[in-house]
């Protein structure tokens, strides 16, 4: 599956921003779909990810209760929400992609997912 990352930018520290992510080329629905970031000098770490109906969702505790994640299955394409935004939330935003149902769950390495994105830049001002 090929994904396109895509909604990053610019914003105040308690703004919001949606990032999409659309897919093509396999069947979007047989996928965990996930999102990860990566700040400066730091490693790739887990943000939310969502099961392929749709039905459960995970997220990292840093974001719980600011983040949503969301995918809609007729237009291969799965979002970020993200409200009340801070400083350290800035960072290269990637979506990533899995087929087995291991990927989803509480706190899944990046080596979980197969299939990335290229990565969008959130930067939060303060």
């Known amino acids: 599956v090929q994904l396109q990352a895509s909604g990053g930018g610019l914003v105040q520290a308690g703004g919001s921003l949606r990032l999409s992510c659309a897919a093509s080329g396999r069947t979007f629905s047989r996928y965990c779909m996930g999102w990860f970031r990566q700040a400066p000098g730091k490693e790739r770490e887990f943000v939310a990810a969502r099961s392929r109906s749709g039905g459960s969702t995970y997220y990292a505790d840093s974001v719980k209760g600011r983040f949503t994640i969301s995918r809609d299955n007729a237009r291969n394409t799965v979002y970020l929400q993200m409200n009340s935004l801070k400083p350290e939330d800035t960072a290269v935003y990637y979506c990533?992609?899995?087929?087995?149902?291991?990927?989803?769950?509480?706190?899944?390495?990046?080596?979980?997912?197969?299939?990335w994105g290229q990565g969008t830049l959130v930067t939060v001002s303060s």
């Open positions: 990533a992609a899995d087929d087995t149902t291991w990927s989803c769950r509480v706190s899944p390495a990046a080596s979980d997912f197969g299939s």
